[in-house]
């Protein structure tokens, strides 16, 4: 298993910019597709946006597209989400998780996610 930790939240405003971390541990890492996940207040957890184990493909939701850019760093075993215009609709927990081919969350237990909360 991999295990996986987001931190980089915070208190931002409205078309701000913010970097996310994810520091990985476990097995090794660059054989992972990697997603982040957001869940909003009163919302199911959702996929926001995913790169792919060698890096060269990255899929992104409808509400962050042009937004948010993820990348990784397989020498660091880290991946970054950088979001930026940030609006309030982006307020939630932030996690990265393992997903598989069709980016779908892989069964593993998830880690510590990182509050991100976006003020007007």
């Known amino acids: 298993q991999v295990n996986l930790v987001a931190s980089g939240g915070g208190l931002m405003q409205v078309g701000g910019s913010l970097r996310l971390s994810c520091a990985a541990s476990?097995?090794?890492?660059?054989?992972?597709?990697i997603g982040w996940f957001r869940q909003s207040p009163g919302l199911e957890r959702e996929l926001v946006a995913a790169?792919?184990?060698?890096?060269?493909?990255?899929t992104y939701s409808d509400s962050v597209k042009g937004r948010f850019t993820a990348s990784r760093d397989d020498a660091k075993n880290m991946v970054f989400l950088q979001m930026n215009s940030l609006e309030s609709e982006d307020t939630g927990v932030y996690y990265c998780?393992?997903?598989?081919?069709?980016?779908?969350?892989?069964?593993?237990?998830w880690g510590r996610g990182t509050q991100v909360s976006v003020s007007s």
């Open positions: 476990g097995r090794p890492f660059n054989l992972h597709h």
């Open positions: 998780h393992r997903v598989g081919d069709s980016y779908r969350p892989t069964p593993d237990s």
């Open positions: 790169i792919s184990a060698n890096g060269l493909r990255t």
